[in-house]
């Protein structure tokens, strides 16, 4: 029934999608602001797996140690971890919750 091809061609258009954006990105890059993105609030916790690496395709980079890979779980922080990591810009996207959840918190 031709999903399998279908899957195939829509995937590599996705990945091609993910190489322009890239391009466009960092031909375009003067500065790589420092993003720091929670993923939980009540306690805190970092983004991981698949987030920092989205993070530096957008054209910008972590305020988390560069140790960090990009398919580790996600870390519990401290407020003081938050606070020493200075980041020009803070996301909060709370995993499984709804937009008004995310304002809310």
């Given at each position: 029934?031709?999903?399998?091809?279908?899957?195939?061609?829509?995937?590599?258009?996705?990945?091609?999608?993910?190489?322009?954006?890239?391009?466009?990105?960092?031909?375009?890059?003067?500065?790589?602001?420092?993003?720091?993105?929670?993923?939980?609030?009540?306690?805190?916790?970092?983004a991981g797996h698949w987030i920092p690496e989205m993070i530096d395709r957008a054209g910008c980079r972590?305020?988390?140690?560069?140790?960090?890979?990009?398919?580790?779980?996600?870390?519990?922080?401290?407020?003081?971890?938050?606070?020493?990591?200075?980041?020009?810009?803070?996301?909060?996207?709370?995993?499984?919750?709804?937009?008004?959840?995310?304002?809310?918190?």
């Amino acid at each position: 029934c031709g999903v399998r091809e279908r899957g195939t061609r829509l995937a590599e258009a996705f990945r091609g999608d993910v190489r322009r954006v890239s391009d466009i990105v960092a031909a375009a890059a003067v500065s790589r602001p420092r993003v720091l993105y929670l993923e939980w609030l009540d306690p805190p916790f970092d983004a991981g797996h698949w987030i920092p690496e989205m993070i530096d395709r957008a054209g910008c980079r972590s305020a988390l140690p560069a140790c960090r890979k990009s398919t580790e779980k996600s870390v519990r922080l401290t407020w003081d971890d938050i606070y020493e990591s200075d980041p020009d810009v803070v996301v909060v996207g709370c995993c499984g919750f709804v937009l008004e959840r995310n304002v809310r918190d």
